[in-house]
């Protein structure tokens, strides 16, 4: 039983340590403010170096939540063999840097554990399947599929004994035949089998694993869609014809990372008003 009086209806995710990937910006960015808002001390991991004065004003931002939520910023590309251990190795080494001069963390007597890993990172190519050449491919797999299986596999031994959660963040493109998308959309297909096998290998350990797949919603890759599938979406949104916003995706995102989440696993969740081609 929850006990009213205590914090968790405040600060439902108070003491845990999130990673979020792709937090510059977008999607990645709400989400790292929304598990932060809710009390989760969050890495704000990003690659671009032009990208390092957005990361720093989000952490000012979560900074200046009432209860000041610590946060971690790790540079690292996961389109590279090599991106995802850095990335753990590095949020880890600051962690402990933290704890030991008791700055910056909530609890400084904490074991560097993982609870919460948000694999929300991505990027997409526009290209017909005849001009498909192998750097599209392996723009798009290295980072939307290779990069979290090898970031997932470098958090897995920092994993929270029991309760930690993987969130992959997929597409509502993975079910739907977007025409020119075929490597974006398929990338967030494999994302879906490996939310579903990495939860039926992973469950035993306490450990969920889901997948929650947005609609369209206004960013900086939204952008490069071509404007034909984004009005065709909108048009098919049952919820009042339109874009989602980042805080409608982020909320969902967030849920699933605290209790509520507790006995989902191996899920996709549509976040998209309802939009389903299939
Ligand atoms: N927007 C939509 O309508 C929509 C719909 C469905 C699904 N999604 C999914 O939601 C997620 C976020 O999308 P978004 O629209 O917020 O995208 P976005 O604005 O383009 O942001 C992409 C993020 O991914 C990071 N990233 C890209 N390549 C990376 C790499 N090699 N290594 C590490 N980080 C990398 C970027 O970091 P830098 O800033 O450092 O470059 C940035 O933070 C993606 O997985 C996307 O597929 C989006």
């Known amino acids: 039983m929850s006990d009213s009086s205590s914090s968790e209806f405040r600060l439902p995710l108070e003491g845990k340590l999130a990673i979020v990937t792709g937090a510059s ?22 690659t671009s170096p032009s990208s390092e004065p957005q990361v720093r004003a989000l952490a000012e931002r979560i900074r200046a939540l009432p209860h000041a939520a610590p946060t971690f910023t790790v540079q690292a590309d996961l389109a590279t063999t090599e991106g995802p251990s850095h990335l753990i190795m590095n949020l880890q080494a600051q962690f ?39 750097a599209d491919y392996n723009e798009v797999y290295d980072v939307n599929v290779r990069g979290v299986i ?10 929270a004994a029991a309760g930690a959660r993987v969130l992959n963040i997929g597409s509502v493109g993975a079910r739907a035949g977007f025409q020119d998308l ?9 994302l879906e089998a490996l939310t579903r096998c990495w939860a039926a290998e992973l469950g035993r350990r306490g450990v969920t694993v889901n997948c929650v797949s947005p609609g369209p919603v206004q ?60």
């Not at 090898?150 to 994993?159: E, G, R, V």
């Not at 075929?182 to 494999?190: D, G, Q, V």
């Open 150 to 159: 090898l970031l997932t596999q470098a958090a897995l031994p920092y994993l």
């Open 182 to 190: 075929s490597l974006y959309c398929s990338s967030k297909a494999a």
């Open 96 to 134: 402990r840097a933290a704890a030991h001069t008791g700055d910056g963390v909530a609890h400084p007597q904490r074991p560097f554990v993982i609870d919460i890993l948000v694999n929300n990172a991505g990027c997409e190519r526009v290209v017909p399947l005849g001009q498909i050449d192998v």
């Open 219 to 278: 960013s900086a890759m939204l952008d490069k869609i071509p404007a034909e599938i984004v009005e065709m979406q909108k048009a098919q949104t049952p919820v009042q014809n339109r874009l989602g916003t980042i805080e409608e995706v982020a909320r969902v995102v967030a849920a699933l990372a605290g209790r509520d989440g507790d006995w989902i696993s191996g899920q996709v969740v549509s976040a998209s008003g309802g939009w389903a081609m299939y």
């Open 25 to 46: 910006r977008g999607i990645g960015e709400g989400i790292a403010f929304e598990l932060a808002r809710r009390g989760a001390s969050v890495a704000l991991a990003y």
